[in-house]
């Protein structure tokens, strides 16, 4: 099956600085990669998601980035804000006609320091 | 739109006794439901998949017999822990999918339950 890793596992950035969590996948025929955002005693809420005929896509401060050759996709933020402290998580899934499973990478604990 | 609640959002239970949860999709019907547990400061693990009317399917090493699901309807789906153990102890998460349009379908995700087991 399927095997996300995620790193780093805490990451610390300083309010305005961008930070930048990597994950690489295993499955070479996963095609669809989210990322989560998920405050303590929340739910995951989806930010940005990528499909893998794209290379690159952004959201006002989020970008994310996909290498299917390498297998690794990056999530980016820019001008860093105090609201975006959470736990991130990128996953992966397969394209299965309504039956689409994800698979989690580990998190990041990300603390922006004001 | 796509609103997925989950009740309770939390229990406390003895040890040995069962547990239901309830997942639903408010405003959409799901054909597929998810459930997830996640321990404190760990990842999301899917625990099983779930269609409704049809018997769920269960990742590796998850006991069916302790955790039933039952997907009666296309708007609900429940999560039965039983003779529940401490270790049990957890963040229950459901998560559906709309009935399948074409495309990619997104997963939204209920609130979570807090499960603990004296």
């Known amino acids: 099956g399927e095997n996300v890793e995620q790193h780093p596992s805490t990451l610390s950035v300083q309010e305005g600085d961008s930070a930048v969590i990597k994950c690489t996948y295993s499955?070479?025929?996963?095609?669809?990669f989210p990322w989560y955002k998920q405050e303590l005693g929340k739910r995951p809420q989806l930010i940005i998601d990528?499909?893998?005929?794209?290379g690159e896509k952004k959201d006002q401060r989020i970008a994310v980035t996909l290498n299917k050759t390498a297998k690794h996709f990056s999530l980016h933020i820019t001008e860093t804000q105090p609201e975006d402290s959470a736990v991130y998580f990128c996953?992966?899934?397969?394209?299965?006609?309504?039956?689409?499973?994800?698979?989690f990478g580990t998190g990041t604990r990300l603390t922006i320091i004001p | 739109g796509a609103v997925v609640s989950q009740h309770p959002s939390w229990v406390i239970c003895k040890s040995g006794t069962s547990v239901k949860i309830e997942c639903r999709s408010l405003?959409?019907?799901?054909?597929?439901m998810f459930w997830y547990r996640q321990f404190p400061k760990q990842s999301l693990m899917l625990m099983a998949t779930?269609?409704?009317?049809?018997?769920?399917?269960?990742e590796q090493g998850v006991e069916k017999d302790k955790f039933l699901i039952n997907h009666a309807s296309l708007t609900l789906s429940t999560l039965t822990v039983t003779s529940a153990h401490p270790e049990d102890s957890s963040f229950y998460i459901c998560?559906?999918?709309?009935?399948?349009?074409?495309?990619?379908?997104?997963?939204?995700f209920g609130p979570g339950t807090r499960l603990t087991v004296l």
């Open positions: 998560s559906a999918t709309p009935t399948w349009t074409g495309g990619y379908n997104e997963q939204f």
């Open positions: 499955d070479s025929a996963s095609n669809y």
């Open positions: 990528i499909r893998s005929n794209v």
């Open positions: 996953a992966a899934s397969l394209y299965n006609f309504g039956n689409e499973k994800l698979t």
């Open positions: 405003d959409f019907q799901a054909t597929t």
């Open positions: 779930s269609n409704e009317g049809s018997k769920a399917t269960y």
